[in-house]
T-cell receptor, first 112, second 111 residues
Framework: GESVGLHLPTLSVQEGDNSIINCAYS??????FIWYKQESGKGPQFIID?????DKRQGQRVTVLLNKTVKHLSLQIAATQPGDSAVYFC???????????FGKGTMLLVSP | KAGVTQTPRYLIKTRGQQVTLSCSPI?????VSWYQQTPGQGLQFLFE???????NKGNFPGRFSGRQFSNSRSEMNVSTLELGDSALYLC??????????FGQGTRLTVV
């Protein structure tokens, strides 16, 4: 079936670097995308979202880019901090009913 | 505003038993969805409820069921537990549509 997947299972960066986490999706009907951060022992935490009528959206230290032509989503984290270490998931919703399809996740490791 | 609350946080059950998990959504949120998270399969959608009606269901056997009450609180039930049902069960709430906010999850271990 259609799914959302991530290219890199683990990303290691130094504190202060910028991080980029990528995600490919296959459902062209998807119109809403969300990035979540999950720390060990916790539930996924909302980071930022974007709708399909946008190409870019910025938050505090985070930017999401959406390329519908190649069905690609990315999360950019500026000035990465050790507290950013976690697993990051992209998710897509094409049902309109808060039904999310998740990617497999990328582990971000930030070294001080 | 209080977040999504799931109880209990941890459960240990024996194969063949049944279990009920509870979720209290964020105040004002009428949509509640459930997900199963395992190392092998990742996060998988179980079902979603809005105003006590199931609007969507994932690809799970009939042993997995849920319901939503008039106050938007939700429960999910798993009957005839199998070892493979060991997982983190996550509940998320949202307005009618839109961003889903997750609880801390219930860690179920089947022995």
């Amino acid at each position: 079936g259609e799914s959302v997947g991530l290219h890199l299972p683990t990303l290691s960066v130094q504190e202060g670097d910028n991080s980029i986490i990528n995600c490919a999706y296959s459902n062209s009907a998807s119109d809403y995308f969300i990035w979540y951060k999950q720390e060990s022992g916790k539930g996924p935490q909302f980071i930022i979202d974007i709708r399909s009528n946008m190409d870019k959206r910025q938050g505090q230290r985070v930017t999401v880019l959406l390329n519908k032509t190649v069905k690609h989503l990315s999360l950019q984290i500026a000035a990465t901090q050790p507290g950013d270490s976690a697993v990051y998931f992209c998710a897509e919703d094409h049902s309109g009913y808060s039904t999310l399809t998740f990617g497999k996740g990328t582990m971000l490791l930030v070294s001080p | 505003k209080a977040g999504v609350t799931q109880t209990p946080r941890y459960l240990i059950k024996t194969r063949g038993q049944q279990v009920t998990l509870s979720c209290s959504p964020i105040s004002g949120h009428r949509s509640v969805s459930w997900y199963q998270q395992t190392p092998g399969q990742g996060l998988q959608f179980l079902f979603e409820y809005f105003s006590e009606t199931q609007r969507n269901k994932g690809n799970f056997p009939g042993r997995f069921s849920g319901r939503q009450f008039s106050n938007s609180r939700s429960e999910m039930n798993v009957s005839t537990l199998e070892l493979g049902d060991s997982a983190l069960y996550l509940c998320a709430s949202s307005p009618e549509t839109g961003t889903a906010f997750f609880g801390q999850g219930t860690r179920l271990t089947v022995v």
